[in-house]
């Protein structure tokens, strides 16, 4: 079975432009939560969602939004973006049912300059 | 008070020692426990899932969690090179997942 797969790997941007970024979960996977992971801070939710609706958010400000596809897919936009959103960008699917574990992607790592 | 706390390390082991990484939490209605291994640019892997108290043995790792204490552990026997990493202990409580900070581990040959 596949595993999560989040393109690209890389991006840089500079501040001001707005990013996507893309998740695929794995196959029969429904739920697709996003974390934003830096040295200092470690692993910082972002938002999960669970077929097509956003099922929790974490506490970081409008300019993170995302959304998820009838296939499951995710993306995650950042717009309007600063410094402080260099980090590494970690996508992670689950069965979506009661206590089951995350699976995550290898990440996209973002430098913002 | 963070509702998970990991002890960041660095922890340098020679090959063939036995590790014991470790992480307290706070709130007692945990019972999904987890632990991750994460290698320099990549994500996350799932290493090791329990649930409630006692022990899980998985090749040469074992979870324990000991739910009178707040405490879990995973324990590395004859740890490798390949073992150097930093692992992620994680909480999972309706579907809202805690994780601690990660403790960076270097197995010398």
């Known amino acids: 079975k596949a595993g999560v797969t989040q393109t690209p790997r890389y991006l840089i941007k500079t501040r001001g432009q707005q990013v996507t970024l893309s998740c695929s979960p794995i196959s029969g996977h429904r739920s697709v939560s996003w974390y934003q992971q830096t040295p200092g801070q470690g692993l910082q939710f972002l938002f999960e969602?669970?077929?097509?609706?956003?099922?929790n958010k974490g506490n970081f400000p409008g300019r993170f939004s995302g959304r998820q596809f009838s296939n499951s897919r995710s993306e995650m936009n950042v717009s309007t973006l600063e410094l402080g959103d260099s980090a590494l960008y970690l996508c992670?699917?689950?069965?979506?049912?009661?206590?089951?574990?995350?699976?995550f992607g290898n990440g996209t790592r973002l430098t913002v300059t | 008070q963070k509702e998970v706390e990991q002890d960041p390390g660095p922890l340098s082991v020679p090959e063939g020692a036995i590790v014991s990484l470790n992480c307290t939490y706070s709130n007692s209605a945990f019972q999904y426990f987890m632990w991750y291994r994460q290698y320099s640019r990549k994500g996350p892997e799932l290493l090791m899932y329990?649930?409630?108290?006692g022990n899980k043995e998985d090749g040469r790792f074992t979870a324990q969690v000991d739910k009178s204490s707040k405490y879990i552990s995973l324990f590395i026997r004859d740890s490798q090179p390949s073992d150097s990493a930093t692992y992620l202990c994680?909480?999972?409580?309706?579907?809202?997942?805690?994780f601690g900070t990660g403790t960076s581990l270097t197995v010398i040959p």
């Open positions: 994680a909480m999972n409580l309706r579907n809202q997942f805690y």
């Open positions: 329990t649930y409630s108290s």
């Open positions: 969602y669970f077929s097509e609706t956003q099922r």
């Open positions: 992670a699917s689950s069965s979506g049912t009661p206590n089951s574990p995350l699976h």
